[in-house]
């Protein structure tokens, strides 16, 4: 079962249905330029850097893929074995080490759009203790920065008040907040100095000293506009709870089942301004150059090669809205 941390007691977190944009580019690694076979390769995940703010060699901040080789092959990685919470690439990070005084392996990402000052937001990862490390720490959490600088002094938006030692599940990290900069990158780590973390040794027997974390999900989300939080639960749901719902986004899609005697899906619009057309997988990924659709105007999607899953058509108007339509293909 998930565990949620509340940041701020500003609301009874409840799981809604649907959610906005993540923030968060490439939130569960899945992107990559090429395929980790070494330590200290995050990287090589789009849009992912390490933060150099005490991190210091030998050691490293590690990337876990399906593709991966060595011992950088999800799910049977380098400190253990755990499979990806979502899709087929997870993130290795220590969060104190025995070798180095304030030693951190934290990452950062630029986000897709600077947050807005005002408005309330709900910060949310997955983690899960590493099975062959001996320590557990407390304060893995998420910072959210203006700058690519994150140091360690004791401050995050979101972190884990309890040692985290579930070696075996995944373990949800949630809250809530009220933006006060226009934050435009995300880090994730351990952003308190040594005497404010507490570390235990959970397993005696283990090989390695580092208190090592699997990371995955690194979410940041709208609140809808009645003022409930939503998570990032589900891969990805493009309908908009931020973006102006006013445009009326009228469109048809047939069939949204497909099965082996269909190749192709019609989309007609009733809308009288053009439209834009995305196909994303069920990680969010453009999986097709989007098209334009013209006013009143139809198109057909060519569907025979997508492999059996669920897809969204995202249909973007001229004003801003959203809507998504679910395909599902099992043939």
């Not at 920065?145 to 938006?157: C, E, L, V």
């Not at 005697?261 to 999986?287: C, K």
């Amino acid at each position: 079962m998930a565990i949620r941390f509340t940041l701020l007691p500003l609301f009874s977190l409840v799981v809604v249905s649907s959610s906005g944009q993540n923030f968060v580019p490439n939130y569960s690694f899945e992107d990559h330029s090429s395929c980790p076979s070494l330590f200290n390769q995050i990287t090589l995940s789009t849009s992912w850097n390490k933060s150099l703010v005490n991190n210091v060699a030998p050691h490293h901040v590690d990337y876990i893929h399906t593709c991966g080789s060595n011992d950088f092959m999800a799910p049977n990685g380098f400190w253990g074995f755990q499979a990806p919470a979502t899709g087929q690439a997870l993130a290795a990070i220590s969060t104190k080490s025995p070798l180095a005084p304030n030693y951190r392996e934290n990452i950062y990402a630029q986000l897709i759009a600077p947050l807005t000052p005002g408005e309330f937001y709900t910060l949310s990862m997955k983690m899960s203790h590493t099975d062959l490390t001996a320590g557990a720490t407390d304060n893995l959490g998420i910072r959210l920065s203006t700058t690519t600088d994150f140091p360690i002094d004791n401050f995050s938006h979101l972190h884990a008040t309890s040692v985290m030692s579930d070696d075996v599940n995944w373990v949800t990290l949630s809250g809530s907040i009220i933006a006060d900069s226009a934050y435009a990158y995300v880090g994730v780590g351990n952003f308190y100095t040594d005497v404010n973390t507490t570390a235990i040794t959970v397993c005696s027997s283990c090989p390695y000293v580092h208190n090592e974390y699997y990371i995955d999900d690194i979410c940041i989300l709208p609140h809808t506009k009645n003022g409930d939080p939503v998570y990032c639960d589900v891969a990805f749901d493009p309908l908009s709870t931020w973006l102006d719902a006013l445009e009326d986004l009228a469109v048809t899609v047939q069939p949204t089942l497909v099965d082996a005697s269909t190749s192709n899906i019609l989309i007609r619009s009733n809308n009288s301004a053009p439209l834009q057309l995305t196909l994303v997988d069920e990680l969010g990924r453009a999986i097709e150059q989007a098209v334009s659709i013209g006013a009143n105007g139809s198109t057909t999607l060519d569907v025979s090669h997508l492999a059996n899953g669920t897809y969204t058509l995202v249909v973007k108007g001229s004003a801003g809205a959203m809507k998504g339509v679910k395909l599902l293909i099992l043939r």
